[in-house]
């Protein structure tokens, strides 16, 4: 049976597009409680640190047991302004927060988001320094990650430190939100750092480096140290890209069973 912990207090949470579809292509029963619970059974479902989640999912992972996580996607990000349930997405991960790196995915999913893939220049001259939320930092056991960072790059080069922060607005976060596009920041910078914010994908389809924890889905594409920061790793990231796009999925592939479908294929049911 799988549990699912919804935001009963909200009604209007986005959380609801994943659980109502959840609920009726999961192929196990499916039983919903409110995440403001203080106990947890294995093989539960949570979308994002709201309410009492952290504190379950770390239960769960102190007693080895089974659980599903669902939050923001890695491309195809809600937007207030245009809502609709076949335009946007939500990742799905087991066991962790954010989704493994699998090998041998197909472009296909990817390319419906049109995003070009540069190659390195090695050209910026600022160290982008782009925090996650700090729910994820606390999640990490890093609850002063900026101020533990800025001091580590200073030990490892003296190129300017630009802090961009996570941007957030009208009861969301996210790029919609944003005053200055990403993009831009990211025109003149050397290297992204970041502990496990979902920049990391736009800097390195923009063919910036990236420095992030060991833990962050963007181990597999990064560094995760400083000492070599003037000479930063870059292995490519077309085949990464491929595999966070089969990791997330529209409501509407909730719903219709297209997203368990695709779990099934990839081994995670």
């Not at 533990?148 to 607005?169: F, M, V, W, Y």
Request: net charge neutral.
């Amino acid at each position: 049976m799988l549990t699912i912990y919804a935001p009963f207090n909200n009604p209007n949470s986005k959380a609801w597009e994943v659980f109502n579809g959840i609920e009726k292509s999961w192929p196990e029963q499916v039983k919903v409680l409110d995440n403001t619970a203080t106990d947890v059974l294995s093989n539960s479902m949570f979308w994002g640190f709201v309410n009492n989640n952290m504190a379950l999912v770390k239960v769960l992972e102190a007693r080895k047991q089974t659980y599903w996580f669902t939050d923001t996607p890695y491309f195809g990000r809600f937007d207030n302004n245009n809502l609709k349930p076949d335009n946007h997405y939500w990742r799905i991960c087991k066991n962790r927060i954010h989704v493994p790196f699998i090998k041998g995915c197909k472009s296909d999913r990817f390319e419906k988001f049109e995003m070009k893939v540069q190659a390195p220049n090695f050209k910026g001259k600022n160290i982008l320094v782009c925090p996650s939320s700090p729910n994820i930092n606390q999640y990490l056991g890093r609850p002063d990650w900026l101020n533990e960072t800025i001091a580590e790059i200073k030990k490892h080069t003296d190129r300017p430190i630009k802090i961009r922060e996570k941007p957030r607005g009208r009861g969301t976060s996210g790029p919609s939100e944003a005053i200055i596009p990403l993009s831009e920041e990211l025109k003149d910078a050397w290297v992204c750092v970041t502990s496990c914010s979902i920049s990391a994908v736009e800097a390195q389809c923009n063919g910036i480096p990236t420095i992030c924890d060991v833990k962050s889905f963007a181990e597999p594409v990064s560094a995760n140290n400083f000492s070599d920061i003037e000479n930063p790793y870059f292995v490519g990231a077309e085949d990464w890209l491929y595999s966070l796009a089969y990791q997330q999925f529209t409501p509407e592939e909730f719903t219709n069973g297209f997203a368990i479908e695709t779990l099934l294929d990839k081994g995670f049911l």
